[in-house]
């Protein structure tokens, strides 16, 4: 059982990024999934997630019409489309999954599964 971040890399300030949580050894479809990123010296912040069906999203204002979500449960994988980056974008995402919904996203221990983490740096 596992979730799988990548896609991370360095981008310009105002540039674009697409992130990839893939699943393995379990199913996507009874999971909400979410986004956290850790900047350095910083607390993990969660940055958004998507229910179980796509229905429904949740987004920090922080990325707020900068970054959308989207989930592909046919193939088992939720995608961070990420564009207008800013220098404080900069840290390690990570995705997680929880067998719940998103009204609690933002609490770390509310999640089953956790990805390793991909690092994105924006250069300003």
């Known amino acids: 059982v596992q979730l799988q971040a990548s896609g991370g890399g360095l981008v310009q300030s105002g540039g674009s990024l697409r992130l990839s949580c893939a699943a393995s050894g379990f199913t996507l479809d009874y999971y909400a999934i979410a986004w956290f990123r850790q900047a350095p010296g910083k607390e993990h912040q969660g940055v958004l997630c998507i229910g179980q069906s796509g229905g429904s999203t949740f987004f920090a204002d922080s990325v707020k019409g900068r970054f959308t979500v989207s989930r592909d449960n046919a193939r088992n994988i939720v995608y961070l489309q990420m564009n207008n980056m800013k220098a404080e974008d900069t840290a390690v995402y990570y995705c997680?999954?929880?067998?719940?919904?998103?009204?609690?996203?933002?609490?770390?221990?509310?999640?089953?599964?956790w990805g390793q983490g991909t690092k994105v740096t924006v250069s300003s």
């Open positions: 997680a999954a929880t067998f719940y919904n998103c009204s609690r996203y933002r609490k770390k221990d509310e999640y089953d599964y």
